[in-house]
C-alpha cells in the first residue's frame, strides 16, 4: 500500500490551497483516511478524516470551518481543502489509512503517506 500526497507548496496568508491524498496497491476500500499534520518540534496533530463509504468528514476544531475533506471514490484520492490559510498552519501535511472509522490518534492508523510541506508567509 502507498499513500502519495501532493499539492504543498508555499503561499500567502489568507489564501487557498489543496492537497490530496492517492492510494495505490492494495484496496483501501474499507479504509477511513486521515490527514494531520506536524510543524517542527510539535507533535503530530489531527486535523480531520473521511469515511470511505459514506464520505462523512469529520474536524478537530482547531481546522473547523478552515478546512474541508472531501474523497473521490472512483480516484481513490482524498483531498484537504484549506481556506484562509495562517502562518501557524505552516507544517508537513500527511494522510494516513485505517480499516473501519476515522480515528484521531497517529497509533490508529496503518498506512501513511510521506508527508508534504505547506509553508504560509505572513
Known amino acids: 500500500v502507498q499513500l502519495v500526497e501532493s499539492g504543498g507548496r508555499l503561499v500567502q496568508s489568507g489564501e487557498s490551497l489543496r492537497l490530496s491524498c492517492a492510494a495505490s496497491?492494495?484496496?483501501?476500500?474499507?479504509?477511513?483516511r486521515g490527514w494531520f499534520r506536524q510543524a517542527p518540534g510539535k507533535e503530530r496533530e489531527f486535523l480531520g478524516g473521511v469515511e470511505w463509504s459514506t464520505g462523512d468528514a469529520e474536524y478537530a476544531d482547531s481546522v473547523k470551518g478552515r478546512f474541508t475533506i472531501s474523497r473521490d471514490y472512483a480516484k481513490n484520492t482524498a483531498d484537504l481543502q484549506m481556506t484562509n490559510l495562517k502562518s501557524e498552519d505552516t507544517a508537513v501535511y500527511y494522510c494516513?489509512?485505517?480499516?473501519?472509522?476515522?480515528?484521531?490518534?497517529?497509533?490508529?492508523?496503518?498506512?501513511w503517506g510521506q508527508g508534504t510541506q505547506v509553508t504560509v508567509s505572513s
Open positions: 494516513a489509512a485505517r480499516r473501519g472509522l476515522v480515528g484521531v490518534r497517529t497509533y490508529e492508523y496503518d498506512y
Open positions: 496497491g492494495r484496496s483501501l476500500s474499507s479504509y477511513a
